[in-house]
Structure formats: structure tokens, C-alpha cells
């Protein structure tokens, strides 16, 4: 029987880094795309650090410039082979430890990401956490990528977390979620617990203001 919920963003949470940047460079160096669209990933990558393009933009932009019409299986192969390494470098360790202790005491759990649902998938996998909610790159009938058919903002992780009261029969106070990013901020509300998980500038002075744990 659960009674309890610990739910956890994934970059900058569970993970130390954007697993998608870093993605990005290893298709990088293993050829599947030139310099000059490089150069443009990162440029999109820090227009978005510095809000001034939205997380939905900046995937929009990069589907397009990389994914849009290539081969899902292909992408997959090249997923295997990338994530181990990376969750050896930048698991970030006190949060891993929150979703081991959760799970060891029976709790649901479940991982809520804004990045790409082939690379969430996999990693949750990874973890040994079953349910995660993540972007969606849709693949059509020939098994390639062709649009991105919806997105995991703050407001639809509060709106997962509302769902998994309702399913469970639980109340607010029985749930902790984990976030790094202000843009989270309805996810964390949502929440009986808010845990602020290597914080950006404006969550972090929203959590001391609010005694959040900041982890």
C-alpha cells in the first residue's frame, strides 16, 4: 500500500547536469551533425539559460535541427552507449540517495523531466524508477522522428502530482517533490514537501524565504 510520494525532476536534480546538452555533444563527437549546427545548438542552449527563449523554443529549435526525419532506432543504439558513462559522472549523489531511501521504504516514486523521452526513459530505467513523464519526440510509421507532441512544464508536474494523489488516495502532506529550477515553482507548491535541489538564483532565495530544504 502507498503512503507516500517523492517525485523528482531530472537535470540538475538526480543529475548534476542537462542531460540533453551533454547528449547533444556526444551525437556531436560521434558525427551525427556538423560544427556549424553546433554552434547553433549552443547558441539556442544559453539564450535559453538566460530565459529569454522558453524550454518549449529551445526543444522546438533543436528537433528541427537535428532530429526532425532521422531514424529513432538509430538514435536509441547511440542512447545505450552514452548513458552509462554519463550517470558515472554526474549522478548527483544527495539526490540519488533521497530516491534510494524513498524507494527502500516503499514509497512511489517517479521521475517528472522536461528533456527528450529517449533519454528520460533510459535513464529512469537506469535508476530503477518505473514511472517517468518526459517530452515526447513522436516517431511515425517509418520510424522516424516527426514532431514533438507534448511538453512537461512546472504546471503539468503539479498536475502529475495532483493525479498521483487522486490514484493513490493520498493527501497533499504525503508527498515530497525534488527541483532545481524556479520554473518548477507550481510543481513545488503542489507538494507537501518542497525540496530545492542545487537551486537556481530565484528558487534558491524562494526556498530560504520559505524554509525550504535546499539540498
Known amino acids: 500500500m502507498i503512503e507516500k510520494i517523492s517525485l523528482f525532476d531530472l537535470d540538475h536534480t538526480l543529475l548534476s547536469a542537462n542531460c540533453s546538452y551533454y547528449f547533444g555533444a556526444y551525437l ?25 527563449i522558453s524550454l518549449q523554443q529551445l ?6 535541427l537535428i532530429f526532425f526525419k532521422k531514424d529513432a532506432n538509430h538514435l536509441k543504439k547511440l542512447t545505450e552507449s552514452f548513458i552509462p558513462e554519463f550517470l558515472k559522472k554526474y549522478s548527483y549523489l544527495p539526490a540519488i ?3 534510494q531511501v524513498a524507494k527502500s521504504m516503499g514509497q512511489f516514486t517517479a521521475i517528472l523531466s522536461n528533456s527528450p523521452d529517449f533519454l528520460v526513459g533510459p535513464i529512469a530505467s537506469a535508476l530503477g524508477v518505473e514511472i517517468w513523464k518526459a517530452t515526447v519526440y513522436e516517431v511515425d510509421e517509418k520510424g522516424q522522428f516527426s514532431k514533438i507532441s507534448s511538453f ?15 490514484q493513490f488516495n493520498l493527501v497533499k502532506i504525503s508527498t515530497t517533490a525534488y527541483s532545481d529550477s ?17 537551486p537556481d538564483r530565484k528558487l534558491k532565495r524562494y526556498a530560504k524565504a520559505n524554509n525550504w530544504e535546499i539540498l
Open 182 to 198: 524556479i520554473l518548477d515553482l507550481p510543481f513545488l507548491k503542489a507538494a507537501g514537501k518542497a525540496v530545492a535541489v542545487n
Open 97 to 99: 540517495e533521497r530516491l
Open 28 to 52: 556531436y563527437r560521434q558525427g551525427y551533425f556538423k560544427t556549424p549546427t553546433m554552434l547553433k545548438l549552443v547558441g539556442v542552449y544559453f539564450l535559453q539559460k538566460l530565459q529569454i
Open 152 to 166: 512537461v512544464k512546472g504546471s503539468d508536474k503539479a498536475n502529475y502530482l495532483n493525479a498521483f494523489l487522486q
Open 59 to 64: 526543444h522546438l529549435t533543436v528537433f528541427s
